[in-house]
């Protein structure tokens, strides 16, 4: 309450966690500016999924806290914390024959109780969500009809319709062809600039995530290794101390943001593939 | 199902549970109607209204009204159970049985007899605790099912499973009781296990009726969780349910409704399992509507199965559970090859 004009929509404080005796994050600290992008990346079991589910009080800590606004999100109510902090799953799953609408409409849930049932705002977030992700002509349809594309679209339109402060995605684009990665994380982009959410993602690509985050973060053993913009993160030293990879950085020529491009891993021969 | 144009599909809920709901109130009263002698269904409603001479008002109020509102709230109950572990489970095939609580509920009604019969096979207590001690074995069950997955209860298909081995171990144990005891004993059980809805007063639908209201009002308030419980456990968290604390509760509703369904007409068969089934592919996706289309087509098959069996074997009482067997096994194989065909 003392820093009411702080920058920080999310503070992790001191986080550790463990899966029964395995210890994944120890003594994390992060903060999460507003209204920016932040992409948490790493190596496999670096724990950058599982921060982020964290983030979503997914996962209860050994010791730390997550603020939201200097609130400590332990102490808030399952529902309460559904209308501040939107999460996309890994692999969400619904019903094959659920249609568009009936999952997007789902975004209203911690808004609604029983005194409150479905109301006008309701339906107008419903309708913001679903034209802001460009999915209103695909209402009717059952999701089992929809391309992979499609279908995370409309999975972001529910987190949309939620209208949380702060969206969570974890590997968004894992599943996507390189058209829809980009049409997926345009969409991400648009969260940011139109509707002013803060995001957090975790991204597996280091080069889609140095295109799209105002943050980086590198991960590894539990621990940040590194934290800035794209620019200050992405040297061929930083990229070879937390990913093992020798690489060459250039500047993309189109965006100007770094690009990596993979040589060999640090301790065997030339990469498979990237 | 999904051919159909939008106008159809909002009309569609209304339509099907309105024609239910006719079929219903027809069935209903041709069950108190039919019999051994004929009440045609103005007479029905004059004695139901209070009028008629005494052997009308006999027939109607104490021998064939009890037994078509018990079978309204068994097999509406049973439905109700199996609607909602359909939609928790997201299986189809899901049914009340599939908990262990009928089964349970039959082991105590077999020890019940097996302990409470002297020398010569008489009963040394009434007939009428018989449905307590089916209650006390479906809770027994329903515990046991709990206490067995212990911090996996939340997982439904770890509850299923053990829901399945306390429902063989007392489906065993039944069987043993059965054949090692006397004839008396093994007739009155196989009556139980079969379902029957005759030899039932009104105190018993009483106690049914009032036990049953607060948990079908329970039902209402957690069918709203229904549609965000069809995604899974991390989205569901993400739009603020927590779907292991839900799914316990609802499997505890279900078995709460299965051991009161069951206390008083025994293990009748497949109407848990074929009610919800029918009554989503008639109403669609709607909760509220399935929930409502779900109860009137249980109540439905085992008020029309009890019409057929008196019809069909009178003046023999055969239990009405035998009907509802029949026509449900054949329909629990039969989803059972679309599935696979659907699979495949």
């Given at each position: 309450?003392t820093?009411?004009?702080s920058?920080?929509?999310?503070?992790?404080?001191?986080?550790?966690l463990?899966?029964g005796?395995?210890?994944?994050?120890?003594?994390?600290?992060l903060p999460?500016?507003?209204?920016?992008?932040?992409?948490?990346?790493?190596?496999?079991g670096?724990?950058?999924?599982?921060?982020?589910r964290?983030?979503?009080?997914?996962?209860?800590?050994?010791?730390?806290?997550?603020?939201?606004?200097e609130?400590?999100?332990?102490?808030?109510?399952?529902?309460?914390l559904?209308?501040?902090?939107?999460?996309l799953?890994?692999?969400?799953?619904?019903?094959?024959?659920?249609?568009?609408e009936?999952?997007?409409?789902?975004?209203?849930?911690?808004?609604?109780?029983?005194?409150?049932?479905?109301?006008?705002?309701?339906?107008?977030?419903?309708?913001?969500?679903?034209?802001?992700?460009?999915?209103?002509?695909?209402?009717?349809?059952?999701?089992?009809?929809?391309?992979?594309?499609?279908?995370?679209?409309?999975?972001?339109?529910?987190?949309l319709?939620?209208?949380?402060?702060?969206?969570?995605?974890?590997?968004?684009?894992?599943h996507?062809?390189?058209?829809?990665?980009?049409?997926?994380?345009?969409?991400?982009?648009?969260?940011?600039?139109?509707?002013?959410?803060?995001v957090?993602?975790?991204?597996?690509?280091l080069?889609?995530?140095?295109?799209?985050?105002?943050?980086?973060?590198?991960?590894?053993?539990?621990?940040?290794?590194?934290?800035?913009?794209?620019?200050?993160?992405?040297?061929?030293?930083?990229?070879?101390?937390?990913?093992?990879?020798?690489?060459?950085?250039?500047?993309?020529?189109?965006?100007?943001?770094?690009?990596?491009?993979?040589?060999r891993?640090?301790?065997?021969?030339?990469?498979?593939?990237? | 199902?999904?051919?159909?144009?939008?106008?159809?599909?909002?009309?569609?809920?209304?339509?099907?549970?309105?024609?239910?709901?006719?079929?219903?109130?027809?069935?209903?009263?041709?069950?108190?109607?039919?019999?051994?002698?004929?009440?045609?269904?103005?007479?029905?409603?004059?004695?139901?209204?209070?009028?008629?001479?005494?052997?009308?008002q006999?027939?109607v109020?104490?021998?064939?009204?009890?037994?078509?509102?018990?079978?309204i709230?068994?097999?509406?109950g049973?439905?109700?159970?199996?609607?909602?572990?359909?939609?928790?489970?997201?299986?189809?095939?899901?049914?009340?049985?599939?908990?262990?609580?009928?089964?349970?509920?039959?082991?105590?009604?077999?020890?019940?007899?097996?302990?409470?019969?002297n020398e010569?096979n008489?009963?040394?207590?009434?007939?009428?605790?018989?449905?307590?001690?089916?209650?006390?074995g479906?809770?027994?069950?329903i515990?046991?099912v709990?206490?067995?997955?212990?911090?996996?209860?939340?997982?439904?298909?770890?509850?299923?499973?053990?829901?399945?081995?306390?429902a063989?171990?007392?489906?065993?144990?039944?069987?043993?009781?059965?054949?090692?005891?006397?004839?008396?004993q093994?007739?009155?059980?196989?009556?139980?296990?079969?379902?029957?809805?005759?030899e039932?007063?009104?105190?018993?639908?009483q106690?049914t009726?009032?036990?049953?209201?607060?948990?079908?009002?329970?039902?209402?308030?957690?069918?709203?969780?229904?549609?965000?419980?069809d995604?899974?456990?991390?989205?569901?968290?993400?739009?603020?349910l927590?779907?292991?604390?839900?799914r316990?509760?609802?499997?505890?509703?279900?078995?709460?409704?299965?051991?009161?369904?069951?206390?008083?007409?025994?293990?009748?068969?497949?109407?848990?399992?074929m009610a919800?089934?029918?009554?989503?592919?008639l109403?669609?996706?709607?909760i509220?509507?399935?929930?409502?289309?779900?109860?009137?087509?249980?109540?439905?098959?085992?008020?029309?199965?009890d019409?057929?069996?008196?019809?069909?074997?009178?003046?023999?009482?055969?239990p009405?559970?035998?009907?509802?067997?029949?026509?449900?096994?054949?329909?629990?194989?039969?989803?059972?090859?679309?599935?696979?065909?659907?699979?495949?």
């Amino acid at each position: 309450m003392t820093d009411n004009g702080s920058p920080y929509r999310i503070e992790v404080r001191d986080l550790s966690l463990a899966y029964g005796n395995l210890s994944v994050l120890k003594a994390l600290s992060l903060p999460i500016e507003r209204g920016k992008i932040t992409v948490l990346a790493g190596p496999n079991g670096c724990g950058k999924s599982t921060l982020l589910r964290a983030i979503r009080r997914l996962h209860k800590p050994a010791s730390g806290q997550i603020l939201l606004e200097e609130v400590d999100i332990a102490g808030l109510g399952e529902k309460a914390l559904a209308r501040q902090i939107g999460l996309l799953a890994q692999s969400p799953a619904a019903p094959e024959d659920m249609t568009v609408e009936e999952l997007v409409r789902l975004g209203r849930y911690p808004h609604q109780s029983m005194l409150q049932p479905w109301s006008r705002h309701d339906g107008e977030a419903l309708e913001l969500a679903m034209a802001g992700t460009r999915v209103a002509h695909l209402r009717a349809r059952r999701l089992g009809s929809l391309s992979g594309g499609q279908l995370q679209r409309v999975w972001i339109a529910m987190v949309l319709a939620q209208q949380t402060d702060v969206v969570c995605l974890d590997e968004p684009v894992n599943h996507l062809d390189m058209a829809h990665q980009l049409d997926c994380l345009d969409l991400v982009r648009q969260l940011r600039d139109e509707f002013g959410r803060t995001v957090v993602l975790v991204l597996h690509d280091l080069n889609l995530a140095a295109r799209y985050a105002d943050h980086l973060v590198f991960l590894r053993d539990g621990a940040i290794a590194a934290s800035g913009t794209p620019e200050q993160l992405m040297t061929e030293d930083g990229i070879a101390r937390v990913f093992d990879v020798r690489c060459r950085v250039i500047t993309d020529p189109v965006h100007g943001r770094p690009l990596c491009i993979p040589l060999r891993t640090e301790t065997t021969g030339p990469v498979a593939s990237a | 199902m999904s051919g159909l144009p939008e106008t159809v599909g909002t009309i569609r809920a209304p339509l099907a549970l309105g024609l239910l709901a006719l079929a219903f109130v027809l069935l209903a009263l041709s069950g108190v109607a039919f019999g051994s002698t004929w009440i045609a269904l103005d007479q029905v409603a004059g004695v139901i209204l209070g009028a008629g001479d005494r052997t009308q008002q006999i027939i109607v109020l104490q021998l064939r009204l009890p037994r078509v509102a018990i079978a309204i709230l068994a097999g509406g109950g049973m439905a109700v159970a199996g609607f909602l572990l359909q939609k928790i489970t997201r299986n189809s095939l899901a049914s009340p049985g599939v908990l262990g609580v009928i089964d349970g509920a039959a082991l105590g009604v077999v020890i019940f007899l097996a302990a409470l019969s002297n020398e010569s096979n008489a009963l040394v207590t009434s007939i009428a605790y018989q449905p307590v001690a089916a209650a006390i074995g479906a809770l027994v069950a329903i515990s046991l099912v709990f206490i067995l997955s212990g911090r996996q209860a939340s997982s439904a298909i770890r509850l299923l499973l053990f829901g399945i081995a306390v429902a063989a171990v007392a489906k065993s144990l039944t069987m043993i009781l059965m054949l090692i005891g006397p004839i008396y004993q093994t007739s009155q059980a196989a009556r139980w296990l079969a379902g029957a809805v005759n030899e039932v007063n009104w105190g018993e639908i009483q106690i049914t009726a009032i036990a049953m209201v607060p948990i079908m009002l329970l039902v209402l308030v957690a069918c709203r969780k229904l549609p965000p419980a069809d995604l899974d456990e991390v989205s569901a968290r993400g739009i603020g349910l927590d779907l292991p604390v839900f799914r316990i509760l609802i499997f505890a509703l279900a078995a709460a409704l299965t051991a009161l369904s069951v206390a008083f007409v025994g293990g009748v068969g497949f109407v848990g399992l074929m009610a919800p089934h029918l009554a989503r592919l008639l109403v669609g996706r709607n909760i509220f509507a399935g929930l409502v289309g779900s109860f009137l087509l249980g109540a439905i098959m085992l008020v029309g199965a009890d019409l057929i069996v008196r019809v069909l074997f009178a003046p023999v009482e055969v239990p009405a559970g035998t009907v509802t067997a029949i026509i449900g096994a054949p329909y629990f194989l039969f989803l059972l090859m679309g599935k696979q065909r659907h699979d495949g």
